[in-house]
């Protein structure tokens, strides 16, 4: 077995850099079939949205929160692969990944800070 090089990742780094992409590649197989893995993402995390929406218990609201992870973690890799085949040309699908990436970038910036200045505003 070789030493692992400073650039070398292993799965979980590899996981958190968002390269594992085995869920993006089932919904890329799926094209063709209506999406079904970012329908199935999407109906859990909005469903899940609106459970912690209504808690009334921290109990359901942790709960909640957990559910819409788990549709996130479909609904990102499967919206992204589709994104991916659905420009076959290399300057359009650099074009379209990086408007992907400015806007993914600009909301998880501005979420933290609109979600606690709602928080303050919204007794």
Known sequence: MTEPQPGDQGPV?????????????AAGR???????????????FVAAS???????EPGLLIASRVVQGIGAAMLAPAGLSLLVTSYPGEQERARALGTYGAVVSAGFASGAV????LA????
Not at 13 to 25: H, K
Not at 50 to 56: D, I, K, R, Y
Not at 114 to 117: F, I, M, P, V
Request: hydrophobic share 40%; aromatic share 2%.
């Open 120 to 123: 303050e505003v919204i007794p």
């Open 114 to 117: 609109l979600g606690g200045l």
């Open 13 to 25: 780094e590899q996981a958190a850099a968002g390269r594992d992409a085995r869920p993006g590649r």
């Open 30 to 44: 799926r094209l063709r079939k209506g999406h079904r893995l970012y329908r199935i993402g999407l109906i859990v």
């Open 50 to 56: 609106v459970s912690g929406g209504l808690a009334a």
